[in-house]
């Protein structure tokens, strides 16, 4: 399933069902087929997206330092290999600063 994420302000935005679910849950929406983020909600949304992605990468950060170097040279690191929330969520982040500087709100649907 994917989610697809509208707002009048911008072009749609697509996110696999894991990442759109994620997303619904950090700015604290129900997880369902449709919902909308309004104009007043959009500041705190982002606000938990940002914090949820520093919460990341502090987390990522204290690993790092706590994992052992690796055995040989030349292996792929997994933690390079995967993508981050602040990746993921750049582009939604650019939806909603949008959204509210043009007044409208974002919806989405499966």
Known sequence: MLYKFKSRATADLIMLDAQGQRMLRIMGKEVAPQGIVTVAQIPAAIAAIEAAVAAEEGGAADAAAQEAPPES??????????????????????????????????????
Do not use: I, K, N, Y
């Open 73 to 110: 040279q030349g292996q792929p690191d997994d933690a390079h290999d995967r993508v981050t929330l602040r990746q993921r969520a750049a582009p939604f982040l650019d939806m909603l600063r949008r959204s509210a500087a043009e007044d409208a709100d974002v919806v989405w649907g499966t």
